[in-house]
């Protein structure tokens, strides 16, 4: 190959020598004896298309190289890539089609250094498809969109095999995939359209048919843990050869066909969370997280039997305080503080089922808020449930009270009894009577510790503002300055006998 002089390069002189560093190329790929590319050879071939793209026209070939660039690859694929492809089948056909995609984006690579002038001036200037792309797109057109049904039907095929138990091999499926999303050159288009869409209604089916074959030979419970075993291992084939952005669809996909069989059957829930089958409910949640239907139905569940249980709360505490009414002395007596218990236990442990069983879900976060807003807001033996936590509060705070708790017990119920303010919907009034209690304890000196009382304030403000504590955070100041001055008067006294206060 001998091209060094500065000489006029007609088209078909130049091309056929382009030609055989071309043959050498694709000899090199087709694994013949070649002798590899050395940096003369490189330099030859670029410096052949330099001169033959910076010739005066009309031997500027800058137009009819670019057309010849993707005839290469044409000629290329249709004489010797195609016909080897199409001998093959099923799993052969996929190693044929990955060993041939690695081939092209090589060939694709050299060549586009050997044109690499062209693509920096000529593609660049006229706004032309980069050679990159000129490339790809050959072997998309017609070697993709020729096997890509062929291709679809055997990797799901082999996806089926593994689901039920075969051993497959995942990095073919993989490598394979990336095809899909590769010869989109950015886009997904083509992995979501001409492989995911088939993927999920197949998968869709399969699991189908495999809940029909559970729900009728197993109880509820191993439902359960069958299924969700099944969408552990679709969660480790996802992150084996599967796109990551296929994973909220197919799980999607899974749940709503497990949960339609599973819902033909079983109807309720109302048992499992009578009976406190945390276990079962927690793993139903993971089963289901993305079947909207169950969800919004389980949260219905939910908050109905939440406002049950408090309903009958409400009911169990004016029925005692009726009884009572003939000789009780206090407005809030010993049931009213028994009722606001029951309701920071019946709190504690739905927050807990949020939290832990329903894995946070706003959706029950909701249900639990709305439920506690129904019955937290009516009234237990004439007091209204803002009084009943204001003088829960004191009995905590103040001497004597009939809560004898230690100093970590009283901050986590003062922190329980906050979050239940969240759901009075008269918070005035709760600060209305909050703020007399408080008077009484701070000027008749009945309040058990001053931590504990500024503690509960800071609680209340993070809960309801500034503005919400301001009078009841001035009392104790006001109180606390009363007693350092009164400390700092005696102290004096002591110090001085001769000063006369003026005090007779």
């Not at 088209?11 to 790929?29: H, T, V």
């Not at 009958?312 to 503080?337: M, N, P, S, W, Y």
């Not at 249900?367 to 009995?395: H, I, M, P, Q, R």
Request: proline share 2%.
């Amino acid at each position: 190959m001998v091209m060094n002089e500065r000489k006029t390069i007609d088209l078909e002189q130049g091309w056929d020598f382009m030609q055989k560093g071309i043959m050498k190329l694709k000899n090199i790929l087709e694994g013949l004896p070649e002798t590899p590319f050395n940096s003369e050879d490189h330099m030859l071939l670029y410096t052949t298309i330099y001169n033959m793209c910076t010739q005066r026209p009309p031997h500027d070939y800058s137009q009819q190289l670019y057309d010849k660039y993707r005839e290469s690859f044409e000629e290329y694929i249709r004489s010797t890539v195609l016909p080897s492809l199409r001998e093959k089948h099923d799993e052969f056909m996929l190693r044929g089609l990955v060993k041939r995609w690695a081939d092209h984006k090589v060939m694709v690579r050299w060549l586009s250094r050997f044109f690499n002038f062209l693509d920096r001036h000529f593609v660049k200037r006229t706004g032309l498809p980069s050679l990159y792309e000129v490339g790809l797109t050959c072997f998309r057109e017609l070697v993709y969109q020729e096997l890509k049904v062929k291709v679809r039907v055997a990797v799901i095929s082999l996806i089926e095999q593994e689901r039920e138990g075969e051993q497959i091999d995942r990095a073919l499926l993989k490598n394979i995939l990336d095809i899909f999303v590769e010869i989109g050159m950015g886009q997904m288009d083509y992995y979501e359209n001409d492989f995911e869409a088939a993927l999920l209604a197949d998968s869709a089916a399969y699991f189908s048919r495999k809940a029909l074959g559970w729900i009728s030979e197993d109880s509820s419970p191993n439902y359960m843990l069958k299924a969700e075993e099944c969408l552990e291992q679709e969660k480790h084939r996802i992150s084996c050869y599967l796109h990551s952005s296929s994973e909220p669809k197919l799980l999607e996909k899974v749940q709503h066909a497990l949960w339609f069989v599973y819902a033909r059957k079983h109807s309720g829930y109302h048992a499992l969370l009578e009976d406190d089958k945390v276990e079962n409910l927690s793993r139903m949640v993971r089963v289901f997280s993305k079947v909207s239907e169950f969800l919004d139905s389980l949260a219905n569940t939910l908050n109905q039997r939440i406002t049950d249980k408090g309903t009958a709360l409400v009911k169990e505490a004016e029925d005692a305080a009726d009884r009572k009414k003939g000789d009780k002395k206090d407005v809030v007596g010993l049931q009213e503080q028994v009722f606001v218990r029951k309701v920071i236990e019946l709190h504690d442990k739905y927050v807990a089922y949020v939290n832990d069983c329903f894995q946070n879900h706003t959706l029950f976060h909701k249900a639990l808020k709305e439920a506690f807003e129904v019955f937290c807001n009516k009234g237990v033996g004439g007091s209204s449930s803002a009084e009943l936590l204001a003088t829960f509060c004191d009995n905590i705070l103040k001497k004597g009270g009939s809560e004898k708790l230690s100093d970590e017990a009283i901050e986590e119920t003062l922190e329980k009894v906050v979050k239940l303010l969240a759901y009075i919907s008269d918070k005035d009034l709760f600060a209305e009577f909050y703020r007399k209690k408080l008077a009484r304890r701070l000027l008749f000196d009945k309040s058990a510790n001053d931590d504990h009382e500024r503690s509960i304030l800071t609680k209340l403000k993070q809960q309801c503002g500034g503005q919400f504590t301001s009078k009841m955070e001035g009392m104790v100041t006001d109180l606390t300055l009363a007693k350092e001055n009164q400390t700092s008067f005696e102290e004096y006294l002591s110090n001085n006998p001769n000063a006369n206060p003026g005090l007779t």
